[in-house]
């Protein structure tokens, strides 16, 4: 955007893309995603079932399209690869103040934290930077970045379905005085549908009592859900 000399008001659409969901892969149909039992049953038509094992295979291997397509069958050697291109290229054309070395240590102070409430002084402190770098840097991550293991995996494909659809997704985490969270409230057509993820092949009754917390706000929260492997 730097480079466009006019603002381009009116006459530019901007979608935002993410790597390959699930469904672009399994050649399924695209729609956002809703807590109600008849469109999940209707999703789940043409998927292939995954057992843990597979799930995280999934995310281990990620979903960008040329490792997908089978242009790059070495993951490692492509993404050990994304990673130096988009420091030596992406992050310096941003700043060139950065230092190489620090933001590598960053970006693994950032990975070892996924699906963690952030710190911003533990990360500063593990990547050797002080706070206002690394709130700076952050920045650059969400423009440039995202994430994964589970929940930053199931997050990313909710938000896909949403982004591949043209539509703004509207994920908040919750977590009150108490300490008591919810990993993921979904807001649609005026609702509120909390959302648990846990790595477990049975789950208890006891993961959905803190969907109550939201009974006590003014948009109602007609069903919730708990995902898991």
């Not at 038509?45 to 057992?51: L, V």
């Not at 490692?76 to 060139?96: A, G, H, P, V």
């Not at 109602?220 to 859900?225: E, Q, S, V």
């Amino acid at each position: 955007m730097r480079g466009v000399q006019e603002s381009l008001a009116g006459r530019v659409a901007v979608l935002s893309l993410t790597s390959l969901s699930q469904a672009e892969i399994s050649g399924c149909a695209m729609e956002p995603f809703v807590i109600d039992l008849e469109s999940l049953l209707k999703r789940k038509e043409g998927r292939e079932d995954a057992d843990t094992r597979k799930i995280f295979e999934r995310i281990y291997r990620e979903s960008m399209p040329a490792i997908v397509s089978g242009v790059n069958s070495n993951s490692q050697i492509f993404y050990s690869s994304y990673i130096n291109t988009y420091i030596e290229r992406d992050i310096k054309e941003l700043s060139e103040a950065i230092d190489s070395l620090k933001f590598y240590r960053f970006i693994t102070a950032v990975a070892a934290r996924c699906s963690q409430m952030l710190n911003i002084a533990e990360i500063a402190r593990d990547a050797d930077i002080n706070q206002t770098q690394a709130k700076s840097w952050l920045g650059i991550l969400e423009t440039l970045e995202s994430g994964a293991i589970l929940e930053n995996y199931v997050v990313a494909e909710i938000r896909k379905t949403y982004m591949n659809c043209g539509k703004e997704p509207y994920l908040y985490y919750y977590r009150d005085k108490d300490a008591k969270e919810i990993d993921v409230v979904l807001e649609h057509d005026g609702v509120l549908n909390p959302i648990e993820i846990k790595k477990t092949s049975n789950p208890g009754s006891e993961l959905i009592k803190v969907f109550q917390l939201l009974d006590k706000s003014s948009t109602p929260r007609p069903k919730g859900a708990v995902i898991c492997i």
